[in-house]
């Protein structure tokens, strides 16, 4: 089975920085996309970025200029770097992976959630 687990997150003075990281394990052929999403109490869960095999790169406008996603697809390993937090980032963080092809025989694609880690941003 794949798994994903993500570490990183934390208490953060508005203005500071964390940096999450995802990795995934696992018998993994490759990953196509790997993303980190967000759910503050009482909302929806929504997209901060997203990041393909070949580097590219989405993000949700909020988060524009503030964060960065990254990977190290040898590692299966995506990393948010998160700067110049707000209060309103506060949020569970979860990372995702798309058509994570594996084996099955031949082979077959997941998607994978992680089990989420805290980030808390104090004013």
């Known amino acids: 089975q794949v798994q994903l687990v993500e570490s990183g997150g934390g208490l953060v003075q508005a203005g500071g920085s964390l940096r999450l990281s995802c990795a995934a394990s696992g018998i993994i052929f490759s990953i196509n996309i790997m993303g980190w999403y967000r759910q503050a109490p009482g909302k929806q869960r929504e997209l901060v970025a997203t990041?393909?095999?070949?580097?590219?790169?989405n993000y949700a406008d909020s988060v524009k200029g503030r964060f960065t996603i990254s990977r190290d697809n040898a590692k299966n390993t995506t990393y948010l770097q998160m700067n110049s937090l707000k209060p309103e980032d506060t949020a569970v963080y979860y990372c995702?992976?798309?058509?994570?092809?594996?084996?099955?025989?031949?082979?077959?694609?997941?998607?994978?959630w992680g089990q989420g880690t805290l980030v808390t941003v104090s004013s």
């Open positions: 990041i393909t095999s070949g580097g590219s790169t």
């Open positions: 995702n992976a798309d058509r994570v092809r594996v084996p099955s025989p031949g082979y077959r694609y997941l998607e994978v």
